[in-house]
DNA sequence: TTGTACGCGTTATCAG
DNA sequence: CTGATAACGCGTACAA
């Protein structure tokens, strides 16, 4: 097995120093075309790769992004990490993707390890961890962006919505359809913003009607499919049954329709189900999903060119917020009379 | 903004040499427990992390696996990075992931970017792909192995399971329930050696029966839920009606019944429909679908294995092949009579 | 426009 | 068990 090429061999064989083609490579308009191309030729010929390490050592920099998500297991970030990931490579800026699982420990553990790799920039899912993981951030001056989660004076680089609004807007719209009986199946709130501010926000609606959740009337649960169908099962043998089930996110949703299902009723005449993200899960549900529309993909896009600025420090946009829609379709009806 | 601290730093506070600080970071046990606490303080006090490229550069690894995917955009390949990742954390080593959107240019380049960032070890998905590449990971000495995809006589390290042989028995299935009006809605079978074999497998079952699957009753698609439901539309037009509609994967399967439904038609009555990979999807759709379970979380694990086997050049086993099971739900039946 | 030469932070070898 | 020191491959002032 031949050692790796250098730029040394490649210089040696175009006939040029290895100044030359370091130039080629990053700033090719500083170089004459001719000895370029001979230079280009030598690179072709030896199949040359820059090495990573090198290049890091020298230039302080990466050419790399990092992204702590909670997990892949279900499709609620892949779209919008493959939108970050296609606009961070036009940049010829390679993802670096972990997995927390949830876990804020797991998660610190994460975003170590991307700093230890060098990563020229980390984007973060939501707001709530330790102060101390800020305070690393910001000593190592590594840019990072929060996503999925937004308020207006948050105090770092975020892109993401209004959770708490969105979760808001679906509860008032339940409520106008006539439910009085209103159960949610929340996701852990505990060190998760988005799931808590979900749960706020279905608060907020009800108190506008005098209403408020029991305990006994919300559940939170992971984000999977059984959790989702247990937590339903539980809340629908209570009396009087809920009208609607209020989800924190589709894949719970599915979990809810599926137990309503198991249970021998049906959906919506029996029970609404709602649920939050707008994945491709909601359209092959039966019946489609009503859920709240998620920009997946506008967001990774803002997070990368964020993260692309090379002002960012002093940007005046540091904080981006989009807005959510409301998608009716066949899960949400008006309660039976 | 301080400039990040240094092997010499946490070596002058702790009053040793930098080797030492190095040995105490990567073989604890070769430094006298004394001088290993102070190095320790010393590191907690910097908040010392070793620098990626530096380390890179002097020991010529990375501990770091790349893997190149079709697509994160749906949960087919996720449970199995995943696992992949799990199995690779327990060894201190990170996954890049990166994606390729089924364009084979595309995933030469991502290969070649990964090659460049000097990953250690490369999960392919599938074993098509042009020699040239194979040849430069040969060259490079890059270990590599092969998921998704087996074959007794693969040339390379491979992790999968016989797409031909488990749709073959899908679809003897299929057959054997009586079905005679088979139509097929596979993934786009160019470049793609499962999606290929996945149409074999089917076509050797009717072959037995002898029957085939004329061109009008084979329609290929991407693997999204759109594609699945156009081409369903189009194989449920024809006279006669086919009874079942095999799908290339479960994406394309929901559609199908996305499909179906919306034609007035009922599944699994009117017509049948299967899928293939066994993805949480399957569980949410009604009817459940009846699908080809595939080991994901298996295979992530033993490519993991593979990878971080340092003898893998000359191992014995290269070539790791997974059981599948055939899970039969509500979607198939036997044809009304 | 091109070359020379140094430094980046770490590991590994070799003495001690 | 520990220290000195030579690589490792590349980018970039600075000089020519």
Redesign the interface.
Known sequence: ??P?PTLEDVAGMAGVSTATVSRVLNQPERVRSETRSRVKAAVAHF?Y?????????ASNR?N?VGAVIP?????IF??G??AL?ESLAEEAV??????ANYDPAREADQI??L????VDGLVLIGEARDPSIYA?LE???TPFVLVWSWRADCPWPCVGFDNRAAARAMARRVLELGHRQVAMIAGITRDNDRATARVEGVRDALREHGLNLNASRLIETPYN?EAGAAAARHLLAATPRPTVIVCGND?IA??A??AV?SLGLEAPADVSVTGFDDI??A????PLLTTVHVPHRRMGEAAASLLLTPHMRNAEVRNVVFETTLVERGSLAPPRK
Chains 1, 2 share one sequence.
């Open positions: 097995m031949k790796r199949d790769t820059p090495h990573f390490g090198g290049r890091a050592l990466t790399t997990t892949m297991e279900n499709a892949a779209r990490l493959q990931q390679t993802l670096v993707v972990a997995t170590r390890t700093l230890g790799r060098g690393m000593r190592r001056g499919l894949v599915a979990g329709l599926n299902r491709d899960l359209l092959v549900l039966d």
